[in-house]
Nanobody, 122 residues
């Protein structure tokens, strides 16, 4: 129900914009989030946004570089990633939360996209 796209290969310092489009159901009343998983590591929180965009949270590792946003009319959530670093390399997943308020806990997410690969070269 969630389709993530926008990943790719980029040099360090570059930018990418990820998109996550929801289909078959609306998530306009749900918080949305981005998570990532690097090889051999657990899935980790990146960013989340409340249903009305009033609240956003970021992992310390991406704060000031990444920006989450959403367009409920388009049933889409975005992740603008600037000043990318090699340690940002991972598969990025978007998630639809069971809650309307922004949340960083994976336990609060029921719906997941298939992931999009982001690779940052040094």
């Amino acid at each position: 129900q969630l389709q993530a796209s926008g990943g790719g290969l980029v040099q360090a310092g570059g930018s990418l914009r990820l998109s996550c489009v929801a289909s078959r159901r609306t998530f306009s009343n749900n918080a949305m989030g981005w998570f990532r998983q690097a090889p051999g590591k657990e899935r980790e929180f990146v960013s989340t946004i409340s249903w009305n965009s009033a609240t956003t949270y970021y992992a310390d590792s991406v704060k000031g570089r990444f920006t989450i946003s959403r367009d409920n009319a388009k049933n889409t959530v975005y992740l603008q990633m600037n000043s990318l670093k090699p340690e940002d390399t991972a598969v990025y997943y978007c998630g639809g939360s069971l809650r309307s308020s922004a949340t960083s806990s994976t336990e609060n997410y029921r719906y997941w996209g298939q992931g999009t690969q982001v690779t940052v070269s040094s």
